[in-house]
């Protein structure tokens, strides 16, 4: 699987942007994708996800400001942020993960885009 992902930029507090990931390759496979981010010094962290069933989870930090949204056509997800905020600046990493039998999980991983919120 393969994770191509665009839109990040600089923004004001208070301001809005939007993040697109495409997937490509065994996208048979996926059973979920999402959004994680991470700023230097701190672990990743959980921004949204979203199922092939269409089931959503949020971060706490961002439930209500963020929305996750997925477009089967064009095998793309899109986060669309709204009320960014400072702490919002990170590096925004594409996620997509296949279930594994026993319980695991195998993760495929795109470039990090920018996200950057000035006060």
């Known amino acids: 699987v393969q994770l191509q992902a665009s839109g990040g930029g600089l923004v004001q507090a208070g301001g809005s942007l939007r993040l697109s990931c495409r997937a490509s390759g065994s996208i048979f496979s996926i059973d979920g994708m999402g959004w994680y981010r991470q700023v230097p010094e701190k672990q990743r962290e959980l921004v949204a996800t979203?199922?092939?069933?269409?089931?959503?989870n949020y971060g706490d930090s961002v439930e209500g400001r963020f929305i996750i949204s997925r477009d089967n056509a064009k095998n793309t997800i899109n986060l669309q942020m709204y009320s960014l905020k400072p702490e919002d600046t990170a590096l925004y990493y594409c996620?997509?993960?296949?279930?594994?039998?026993?319980?695991?999980?195998?993760?495929?991983w795109g470039q990090g885009t920018e996200v950057t919120v000035s006060s």
């Open positions: 996620n997509a993960y296949r279930l594994i039998s026993g319980g695991g999980r195998a993760d495929y």
């Open positions: 979203i199922t092939t069933g269409g089931d959503r």
